[in-house]
T-cell receptor
Framework: NSKVIQTPRYLVKGQGQKAKMRCIPE?????VFWYQQNKNNEFKFLIN????????QIDMTEKRFSAECPSNSPCSLEIQSSEAGDSALYLC????????FGKGTRLTVV | GQQVQQSPASLVLQEGENAELQCNFS?????MQWFYQRPGGSLVSLFY???GTKHSGRLTSTTVIKERRSSLHISSSQTTDSGTYLC???????????FGAGTKLSVKP
């Protein structure tokens, strides 16, 4: 069983719509990462948090995404205005000593 | 340049054959982790291996930090081993782990 819970598993949105996905990391994982995996299986780092604070994020995330990781609530990643190129598998991971991934949210933008 | 390189990119085996997957890296790291990704997308951690050799059933992982390489050996492959195998470098601090492009394994009956 995955220690990191992601919802929903599948998400279908129209272009321009908001797309929001959630992640509940394992308790005791102080660092949370979001990755985007494209159809070529390439991983793109999006953003990471340590104890609710953003550590690093890429430019795309800064401009078109909003993300937060509040205490006592799920972490979330939201695309403000979905584009076709955002269709991908979005993976959340928690870092303790090693990295544990959730099962991902597969976003399709039609 | 690419910090993590995996080889081969793809591999086709007959059931029962062995496989050796390689991961080479060009940067210093804290640790190395191997994952198996099912065709549906879920990532399963196989080994957390900062150095040395670890065994788990038919799988063996060996990491040699000073040579900047790690390998994953699969013995007596089964059709259910088919999928993508990924190595990830865990860097110092809390920087995001860096992934290789993966080895896509297909085991034929």
């Amino acid at each position: 069983n995955s220690k990191v819970i992601q919802t929903p598993r599948y998400l279908v949105k129209g272009q321009g719509q908001k797309a929001k996905m959630r992640c509940i990391p394992e308790k005791g994982h102080p660092v949370v990462f979001w990755y985007q995996q494209n159809k070529n299986n390439e991983f793109k780092f999006l953003i990471n948090f340590q104890n609710q604070e953003v550590l690093q994020q890429i430019d795309m995330t800064e401009k078109r995404f909003s993300a937060e990781c509040p205490s006592n609530s799920p972490c979330s990643l939201e695309i403000q205005s979905s584009e076709a190129g955002d269709s991908a598998l979005y993976l959340c991971a928690g870092l303790d000593t090693e990295v544990f991934f959730g099962k991902g949210t597969r976003l399709t933008v039609v | 340049g690419q910090q993590v390189q995996q080889s081969p990119a793809s591999l086709v085996l007959q059931e029962g054959e062995n496989a050796e997957l390689q991961c080479n890296f060009s940067t210093s790291l804290n640790s190395m982790q191997w994952f198996y990704q099912r065709p549906g997308g879920s990532l399963v951690s196989l080994f957390y291996n900062p150095s040395g050799t670890k065994h788990s059933g038919r799988l063996t992982s060996t990491t040699v930090i000073k040579e900047r390489r790690s390998s994953l050996h699969i013995s007596s492959s089964q059709t259910t081993d088919s999928g993508t195998y990924l190595c990830a470098l865990e860097l110092e601090g809390n920087n995001a782990p860096r992934f290789g492009a993966g080895t896509k394994l297909s085991v034929k009956p």
